[in-house]
């Protein structure tokens, strides 16, 4: 393959036109070379003919840029397709025209071949992880836990079915961890950069101020903590899940098909558990005035809530 090396223009005299600068040139700019063919090969000198540029090691990877969230958001008019690392949600993201996406909860089943009761694999706490799907009513399709639960329930208190507890519109950051560490500092953006459940008293009684709405809002919505393809619930879907059991308690939502635990909560309060073995608790994502709505399971009860942000409740998400 024939090549073309390009020389900046110097001045040699400096260099008392010598065989040996001219040597020097040859060697300082040898690795710049401009290659007669139609792609790029790293590592390799036979590019796959389909790849502009083709990168090959076994002991090194690709380093895209890192961006906190408020750089790539200051990213002027980015391109469709355009690839960063995200430090502040650890995840590769790519704008798709509209927003940036996440590609962290894995592949969404959209493939014709995938049905409701197949399982899901995914990345959760740095972890891959399989949960099974659960029809529901309508026509919908649940996963078979709660995030973070290790187990599909074998009981309403069954401990390793409880999941994680996320206070509403926050990332999988580590927050919804049931030990994380407490911090009374509210924050002002999406994302707060730190895994520390965010115990508040303000007016509002959100671990973020001002609030947001708009979180939560659909699949790979801002903040979505469910994997590709799946979200948070909205008030209806959970709500005509709870009008189909047999009872209004916890054991009618335990002898449903999706298998409901009495996971408690986290108040907003302390960052306390609260009310574990005893009643649950579930997010969706319809927000309400300065609250959002959930709802309770309890020993005799079964009813939609308007609850406080800053509280920690579980999350069982549904297919798009």
Same mark, same amino acid.
């Given at each position: &393959?024939?090549?073309?090396?390009?020389?900046?223009?110097?001045?040699?005299?400096?260099?008392n036109k010598?065989?040996g600068?001219i040597?020097?040139?040859?060697?300082?700019?040898?690795p710049?070379?401009?290659?007669a063919?139609?792609?790029?090969g790293? =590592?390799?000198?036979?590019?796959?003919?389909?790849?502009l540029?083709?990168v090959?090691?076994s002991?090194k990877g690709?380093l895209p840029p890192?961006?906190?969230?408020?750089?790539?958001?200051n990213?002027?008019?980015?391109?469709?397709?355009?690839?960063?690392y995200?430090?502040d949600?650890?995840?590769?993201?790519?704008?798709?025209?509209?927003?940036?996406i996440?590609?962290?909860?894995?592949?969404?089943?959209?493939?014709?071949d995938f049905?409701?009761?197949?399982?899901?694999?995914?990345?959760?706490?740095?972890?891959?992880?399989?949960?099974g799907?659960?029809?529901?009513?309508?026509g919908t399709c649940? &996963?078979?836990?709660n995030l973070?639960?290790?187990?599909?329930?074998?009981?309403f208190n069954?401990?390793q079915?409880?999941?994680?507890?996320?206070?509403?519109?926050?990332?999988?950051?580590?927050?919804?961890?049931r030990t994380s560490?407490?911090?009374?500092?509210?924050s002002?953006?999406?994302?707060p950069?730190h895994?520390?459940?965010?115990?508040? &008293?303000?007016t509002t009684?959100?671990w973020?101020?001002p609030?947001?709405?708009g979180?939560?809002?659909g699949? =790979?919505?801002i903040?979505?903590?469910c994997?590709?393809g799946?979200?948070v619930?909205?008030? =209806?879907?959970l709500?005509?899940?709870?009008?189909?059991?047999s009872?209004?308690n916890y054991t009618?939502?335990?002898?449903s098909?999706?298998?409901?635990?009495?996971?408690?909560?986290?108040?907003?309060?302390?960052?306390?558990?609260?009310?574990?073995?005893?009643?649950?608790?579930?997010?969706?994502s319809?927000a309400?005035?300065?609250?959002s709505y959930?709802?309770?399971?309890?020993?005799?009860d079964?009813y939609m809530?308007?609850?406080p942000?800053g509280?920690?409740?579980s999350i069982r998400?549904i297919?798009?």
């Amino acid at each position: &393959m024939s090549t073309k090396i390009i020389f900046l223009r110097a001045n040699l005299d400096f260099f008392n036109k010598s065989k040996g600068s001219i040597l020097f040139l040859l060697i300082f700019f040898s690795p710049v070379l401009i290659y007669a063919q139609d792609n790029v090969g790293i =590592g390799t000198t036979t590019p796959d003919p389909s790849a502009l540029l083709e990168v090959q090691s076994s002991d090194k990877g690709f380093l895209p840029p890192r961006l906190t969230t408020v750089q790539r958001d200051n990213i002027n008019a980015p391109a469709e397709g355009l690839v960063i690392y995200n430090t502040d949600t650890k995840c590769i993201e790519f704008f798709d025209s509209a927003s940036w996406i996440s590609i962290c909860g894995g592949v969404p089943p959209t493939s014709p071949d995938f049905t409701c009761g197949d399982t899901v694999t995914f990345t959760y706490n740095n972890q891959s992880v399989s949960y099974g799907s659960v029809e529901g009513e309508n026509g919908t399709c649940w &996963m078979d836990r709660n995030l973070g639960a290790s187990r599909v329930a074998v009981s309403f208190n069954d401990s390793q079915a409880y999941g994680d507890l996320f206070q509403w519109g926050r990332l999988a950051d580590g927050h919804q961890i049931r030990t994380s560490p407490v911090t009374t500092v509210e924050s002002s953006t999406d994302v707060p950069g730190h895994g520390d459940f965010i115990s508040t &008293m303000s007016t509002t009684n959100d671990w973020r101020n001002p609030q947001n709405n708009g979180l939560w809002q659909g699949d =790979g919505g801002i903040n979505d903590p469910c994997p590709a393809g799946w979200r948070v619930p909205t008030e =209806g879907e959970l709500n005509a899940e709870r009008l189909s059991w047999s009872q209004l308690n916890y054991t009618g939502a335990f002898n449903s098909d999706l298998k409901w635990t009495a996971a408690g909560g986290r108040s907003h309060f302390q960052g306390n558990l609260n009310l574990v073995d005893t009643r649950g608790s579930y997010w969706t994502s319809t927000a309400d005035g300065i609250n959002s709505y959930g709802l309770f399971v309890t020993n005799n009860d079964a009813y939609m809530f308007n609850d406080p942000r800053g509280h920690g409740r579980s999350i069982r998400c549904i297919l798009d």
